[in-house]
């Protein structure tokens, strides 16, 4: 069940951020609502992962690794941003240190 949660916690996140780049700086009321209510929900949700014994360094590693690769990709996919060889290289470091903290023992 924290698994659980702590991926609706990122789906969260990455909508949130998405929205804000869509706010255009907190101008649309809309998406400065959903903005709001994203990170609001997204942190509720890690927080509820967390009394559930998750990791706090792994759990947060994983909510904030995971949020930044995956815009990292909406950027690229859908908002007209570029996606170089370098900033692949480092969202494949970002999911190595995810495996790497999962292997050390943090679940």
Do not use: C, R
């Amino acid at each position: 069940m924290a698994w659980l949660l702590l991926a609706a916690a990122i789906a969260s996140e990455v909508l949130a951020t998405s929205a804000l780049k869509l706010s255009n700086g907190f101008t649309h009321l809309g998406w400065t609502l959903a903005v709001a209510t994203g990170y609001i929900t997204s942190f509720a949700l890690l927080a509820q992962a967390l009394k559930l014994h998750l990791d706090m360094g792994t759990a947060y590693a994983i909510w904030s690794g995971a949020g930044t690769a995956a815009i990292a990709l909406i950027g690229a996919a859908f908002m007209g941003e570029t996606l170089t060889p370098l900033k692949i290289g480092g969202i494949l470091l970002i999911i190595g240190g995810v495996v790497v903290l999962n292997l050390a023992g943090g679940h």
